[in-house]
């Protein structure tokens, strides 16, 4: 009746290669070189994203302190009240 889907349209000069799924290997070196390659980019990458995240902490903890206090009443204030 016409063609079947997948094969709609003739194209000239493109070569197409597939494999079978039986013949691929869904993780290959996963382990002995993905994992050392993940290690070796985060510690590449450290010294770049760590300082602002250890400033940002440091900013953040001093700030809450500071509200903190800032909730306090000063006892000094309330001296002569009776």
Do not use: C
């Amino acid at each position: 009746m016409g063609r079947e889907f997948g094969n709609l349209t003739r194209m000239r000069h493109v070569i197409t290669y597939s494999l079978s799924p039986f013949e691929q290997r869904a993780f290959p070196n996963y382990f002995s070189k993905g994992v050392p390659n993940v290690l070796r980019r985060i510690q590449a990458s450290a010294l770049r994203v760590a300082p602002p995240f250890v400033v940002f902490y440091l900013v953040y903890t001093w700030g809450m302190e500071e509200f903190e206090k800032s909730k306090r009443k000063n006892p000094a204030v309330y001296e002569n009240d009776k």
